[in-house]
């Protein structure tokens, strides 16, 4: 009985090992079949097929860009091939995409190698600093590309996308820019200002895309312009139906004919203003010439009334200074005469040559004193006379013109008769 029980536990131990081996079989097999990309690319590693290695790496980098660990293997592929530059630039992908670094099992061992193709890792990884120094690298890695070309397109979808292609679309101040992800950067929008800003290019154009997303940056654009430039570009039909490249040259196309259009417009605008202004500037001059004016001929009427007054007196005076008996009253009338006349003569000129009212002001006292002094010439001339107003002891009889005709008289001579003249 014993040996029966002994038996049949053997025969059904033996049943579970078999069943256990065949289960072990089944998920091998079943963990071959679902192998992905990154899974056949670290094993081709393990094999040192270093070049099949490469090539599923930068699969699965395509089909998932966000995992960073597509990019170990991609930089540790490209080490073993001798290709330093993009061991370089998968792993600073490596570094923004995960910069604590859980894709790796030894840290320092990768820093070292990073830093061995050329990297720039900067102290501790995981921190604030090192993110940012590891997203430099990156940027400076673009930046470089774009200082002697106007096409960037980044190693893991250098197998995709043909740079040459996109020459065309692009210049010196029209840069093109490919990318597996923008990230740390929000939007390919920001990223393209970011580099924009960075290649100092102005009002020039940079124009970001990934397989997804295509966004751009101008410095005379605001991004409400470039968003409807792009969104008129209809760029995800042209992407449906012909390819990303052209989708790409569609962006540029957009952006940089919007950049034109608002120039133009700008010019325009400008020309218009320049316009207004140039008419308000002609408006102020004439208006300040119609105030000149007339300020000019507000200040200048009393001083000409003045000046008539002055005329007519120096008319009457002239009639009898002739014709006075020598003395000293004679004398002073005569003095009298000529100062008035030598401030009427002054005034005169400045009616004629006077260019502002404040001339013409200052004039107005010098001829209303040319005034009181040939009022004086003539009470001179009264007592010269006795008083009678007729010289006495003269054989000629004063004219017995009045004031008004003798004026006349003396207009019509167009010249007023010199000082020294008078008495001869």
Not at 94 to 120: C, E, H, I, M, T
Not at 165 to 181: H, Q, R
Not at 232 to 259: C, H, R, W, Y
Request: aromatic share 6%; net charge positive; charged share 25%.
């Amino acid at each position: 009985m014993r040996t029966l029980m002994h038996d049949h536990k053997w025969g059904m131990n033996r049943f579970w090992l078999r069943g256990a081996a065949t289960l072990a079989a089944c998920a091998a097999l079943a963990g071959a079949a679902f192998a992905g990309p990154l899974d056949d690319a670290k094993s081709a590693y393990r094999s040192r097929d270093y070049a099949a290695a490469q090539r599923l790496a930068q699969q699965a980098a395509q089909e998932n860009p966000n995992d960073p660990g597509s990019y170990v293997v991609i930089g540790s592929s490209s080490a073993k091939l001798g290709n330093r530059t993009a061991a370089r630039d998968a792993w600073a992908n490596v570094l923004r995409l995960d910069p604590d670094l859980n894709s790796v099992k030894d840290k320092a061992a990768f820093l070292r190698a990073y830093q061995g193709v050329g990297g720039r890792a900067a102290g501790n990884t995981g921190t604030g600093s090192t993110r940012r120094a590891d997203s430099s690298a990156v940027a400076g890695d673009i930046l470089r590309a774009l200082q002697s070309d106007n096409v960037y397109v980044a190693p893991e979808v250098r197998g995709e996308i043909d740079a040459n292609a996109l020459s065309s679309a692009a210049g010196a101040t029209t840069k093109l820019v490919v990318v597996s992800t923008v990230y740390p950067y929000r939007s390919p929008q920001e990223m393209a200002a970011k580099l924009r800003e960075a290649l100092d290019l102005g009002e020039g154009v940079v124009v970001v895309g990934t397989p997804k997303r295509i966004g751009a940056s101008s410095g005379r654009l605001s991004p409400s312009q470039i968003d409807r430039a792009l969104a008129d570009a209809n760029l995800n039909q042209i992407a449906t139906t012909q390819g990303f490249v052209p989708a790409m040259a569609a962006a540029s196309k957009a952006v940089t004919g919007e950049v034109r259009s608002d120039r133009t417009t700008d010019t325009a605008r400008g020309g218009g203003i320049l316009f207004l202004i140039l008419g308000a500037i002609a408006a102020l001059v004439g208006w300040k010439a119609y105030r000149k004016g007339k300020s000019l001929k507000e200040a200048k009427e009393p001083v000409e009334k003045l000046h008539r007054q002055v005329l007519d007196n120096l008319s009457y005076v002239d009639g009898y200074l002739d014709l006075l008996p020598k003395g000293e009253e004679a004398e002073r009338a005569r003095a009298l005469r000529q100062s008035a006349y030598e401030k009427y003569a002054t005034v005169g000129a400045l009616l004629k040559d006077s260019k502002s009212p404040e001339e013409l002001r200052r004039a107005q006292p010098m001829i209303e004193q040319a005034l009181g002094e040939l009022n004086e010439c003539r009470a001179a001339i009264d007592r010269a006379t006795g008083g009678t107003g007729v010289a006495m002891g003269i054989s000629e009889i004063p004219s017995l013109q009045t004031d008004d005709e003798r004026a006349a008289s003396f207009r019509a001579s167009a010249r007023l008769k010199p000082a020294e003249q008078i008495g001869d």
